[in-house]
């Protein structure tokens, strides 16, 4: 199955490719990649996120954690990336994205631990928060800078394409991130070295207070990836079907040899860029109003039960029990002390140099300082 752009109405880098309409129907004609198995496993960890974050910034309020990203009204295209890709294939996020791991496996304690920061977290405390990675599902951490994960995914591409291993890489960036000269070397290199990589921006229409409109004089974000060579495609964002099509067969036609690709995921952020924002300073309320009318979860929603495998029961049912998996989890991981003082001196070198050795010695030979509660 490779991509062949001119077969699929819409699919463009100026239209909107669409497959499901406002009220949960499908686009008269088209054939969905996505089994029911898909749909209904799609719809648990869009509402399981939605719940997740909801719950964080609570804590974040009570000053339980320190800092949170969430991923609000933009659920569609990392739940629909992490089900569209092979297990060996690796994903290299941006700040929204960190969910993709869950889907794929990773521990809901674990991915907990890491914004408490505590000795659960695999990371040891050593990232801000909502900075995840998780090796064991090939998740890599975002840094914080804007844009470095894209040379980064596209150099783990070439990798993937001289080892003749298959792997295909996701890269994953915002609208504000495209105009970092990282985004530019990503996609010039991607496509002179046709390497396995897709690059998928979440255009959520604000880079923190900057407005997609002050971002770029282009048509579309997607259009950019025609100067260097890159197949692009823009898809609604709050389309979890067009979002899993359009990742399938970009990811597939990458796994045949075809090279990058990079689609343009039109979205909106309904919530604050992240815990430390305060998004009513440069916005409106009706703006934020339009958007939550066009909730991708109700959208998948009214899909699902248009097709009768979705109702109120089943729905108050998942809400309950993601309630409490959610629920038992944080008293669970609230629970662990912090990383061990001398874990500061792990991971670097395989055999500590004599000044850090001898260091660590001397930490160890100091009371650790008193806690305040
Ligand atoms: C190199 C760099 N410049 C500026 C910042 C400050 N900053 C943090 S998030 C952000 C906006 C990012 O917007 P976007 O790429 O659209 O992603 P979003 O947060 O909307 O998902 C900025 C400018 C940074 N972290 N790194």
């Not at 990811?251 to 992240?274: D, K, L, M, N, Q």
Request: aromatic fraction near 8%; include cysteine.
């Amino acid at each position: 199955m490779t991509l062949d752009s001119a077969k699929i109405a819409g699919l463009s880098d100026e239209g909107l490719f669409r497959v499901l309409n406002d009220d949960g129907s499908i686009v008269d004609g088209y054939s969905s990649l996505a089994s029911e198995e898909v749909l209904l496993r799609a719809y648990r960890e869009m509402k399981r996120l939605r719940v997740l974050d909801a719950r964080m910034m609570l804590l974040q309020r009570q000053g339980r954690i320190g800092f949170y990203g969430t991923c609000t009204g933009q659920e569609a295209t990392p739940i629909a990336a992490a089900l569209a890709i092979a297990k060996d294939d690796w994903v290299f996020q941006a700040l929204r994205e960190s969910s993709i791991m869950l889907v794929r496996g990773f521990p809901l304690t674990r991915y907990i631990a890491q914004i408490f920061g505590n000795s659960h977290d695999v990371l040891k405390g050593r990232m801000q928060p909502s900075h995840m990675a998780g090796r064991a599902v090939n998740q890599v951490s975002w840094s914080s800078c804007i844009g470095p994960q894209l040379p980064q995914a596209v150099g783990a591409a070439w990798a993937s394409k001289l080892k003749g291993d298959k792997t295909v890489v996701l890269g994953f960036l915002g609208d504000g991130a495209t105009s970092q000269p990282d985004f530019h070397n990503a996609l010039n290199f991607a496509a002179v070295y046709r390497v396995p990589c897709v690059t998928i921006c979440q255009n959520n229409h604000w880079a923190i207070s900057v407005p997609a409109s002050k971002q770029t004089a282009s048509s579309t974000f997607a259009v950019k990836g025609r100067a260097y060579g890159v197949p692009s495609y823009r898809v609604d964002g709050n389309d979890l079907l067009a979002v899993y099509d359009t990742i399938k067969r970009c990811v597939e036609a990458a796994r045949a040899g075809e090279g990058p690709s990079f689609i343009e995921c039109v979205t909106y952020r309904i919530g604050a860029h992240s815990s430390s924002d305060d998004p009513t300073r440069y916005r409106s309320q009706e703006e934020v109003d339009e958007w939550i009318a066009k909730d991708p979860k109700k959208r998948l929603q009214l899909h699902l039960t248009k097709r009768g495998l979705w109702n109120d029961s089943r729905e108050e049912e998942l809400e309950k029990e993601l309630n409490v998996e959610i629920g038992e989890a944080i008293t669970l991981v609230e629970k662990y002390e912090a990383p061990a003082r001398e874990t500061i001196f792990d991971d670097v070198y395989e055999q500590l140099p004599w000044h850090l050795a001898e260091q660590r010695k001397e930490l160890l030979n100091h009371p650790p300082a008193p806690t305040h509660s």
